[in-house]
């Protein structure tokens, strides 16, 4: 008669290392982690009840019922000898904290990019695309640690593929290639001056989820798929892209085509036809008597483009606010000899 063999299933494999990983959730918030239920044993005395004509094959399959197959154990080997080896998973946050265990010697972790990523996976954005979680053959993390923190501070999980087996030394080739920009993307889709139409989208996105101020600093990136499921919902962004093209070259430049766009966006909102007015007028300039808003914000304009301030976000944002202050004043009917605006002035409302 054979012995029945006991195994301890508390003891983990050697190859099994859950290495604590607060240096790298520094600044996220911690995630619950869920208990996994046992696999719940059916016994004889449980299974379905079923005619005597199907008792033979019953008695050849009662072994699933006293012996169930096992559920997958939650635990990760990040280890591969038998070459590389490339598997299709459904990366859960606890396994995500299991694969970070296995981190060492990674770059340095940028909280705006799991921002990003943790973003998409709680609106359902998430997209397998061919990127891979990469381990080397002793098991070391090589690649996709944002994915995976991303995956905790989101507390959802995401599929993508796992490939293990790689020799240390190709962590050295890794993301080694040019980043593929919305410019890129927009060229794929068959847009034209897809540049411009790239500036235009990420101003216009901005404004529309953060406010005018957001959108004048443009200094924020938001994901590439919020981009363009905004971009596939709002057709007016091409009209933008050529209105405010119009208007820089027409203006010998003074306001950027994304400028123009997410002031257009935001003033066209509270008065169509006056937008149109006014920036026609900051256009050309015509029949602007002494004391005009938009005269006054054209000089400071063309000053400032004559003294070549740079185009940081600072300026982006002080450029804005003149034109907001221009428009108020002008709406009111208030003349305006020269607009100033103060390091630490509070930014316009637009009215």
């Known amino acids: ?5 006991v195994v301890d299933s508390s003891v983990k494999p050697a190859c099994i290392k859950e290495v604590p990983v607060s240096h790298l959730l520094d600044g996220f918030e911690p995630v619950p982690m869920k208990t996994v239920p046992r696999p719940r044993v059916i016994r004889q005395a449980e299974a379905p009840s079923i005619s005597q004509a199907k008792k033979k094959t019953v008695e050849t399959n009662k072994s699933q019922y006293l012996n169930p197959t096992p ?24 396994m995500a904290r299991q694969m970070l265990g296995h981190n060492e010697n990674n770059r340095n972790v940028s ?17 397998v695309n061919g990127d891979s979680i990469r381990f080397s053959v002793p098991g070391r993390l090589l690649d996709g640690q944002h994915r995976l923190l991303a995956c905790i501070q989101a507390n959802v999980p995401f599929q993508t593929f796992v490939v293990r087996g790689l020799p ?14 919305m410019g890129n993307i927009m060229q794929i889709r068959g847009e034209s001056d897809t540049v411009r139409v790239a500036s235009v989208l990420r101003a216009v996105y901005l404004t529309e989820q953060l406010g ?4 004048a600093s443009n200094n924020i990136t938001p994901s590439r798929i919020e981009q363009l499921e905004f971009f596939d919902q709002t057709p007016q962004i091409r009209d933008l892209t050529q209105a405010g093209v119009s208007f820089y070259r027409a203006s010998n430049k003074l306001l950027s085509p994304a400028m123009y766009a997410c002031l257009y966006w935001t003033l066209s909102k509270i008065s169509m036809d006056d937008a149109d007015e006014f920036f026609s007028k900051l256009e050309t300039g015509a029949d602007l008597e ?7 914000l054209r000089n400071y304009l063309i000053s400032a483009l004559q003294s070549r301030a740079a185009a940081s976000a600072y300026q982006r944002r002080r450029t804005v606010a003149m034109v907001v202050k221009a428009w108020n004043k002008w709406r ?13 002035e509070a930014f316009p409302e637009a009215h």
């Open 111 to 127: 909280k705006q990019r799991v921002n990003q990523l943790a973003t998409e996976m709680k609106r359902g954005a998430w997209r």
């Open 212 to 215: 005018l101020e957001a959108g």
């Open 71 to 94: 559920a997958p154990a939650v635990t990760f080997n990040p280890q591969d000898t038998s070459g590389i080896t490339t598997q299709l998973m459904t990366i859960t946050p606890q």
């Open 168 to 181: 240390d030394k190709v962590q050295e080739t890794m993301d080694t290639g040019k980043p593929r920009t």
């Open 332 to 344: 009111d009917g208030k003349p305006v000899q020269m607009f100033r605006f103060g390091d630490n």
């Open 1 to 5: 008669m054979e012995t029945e063999q």
């Open 290 to 296: 002494k004391g005009s808003p938009i005269l006054a």
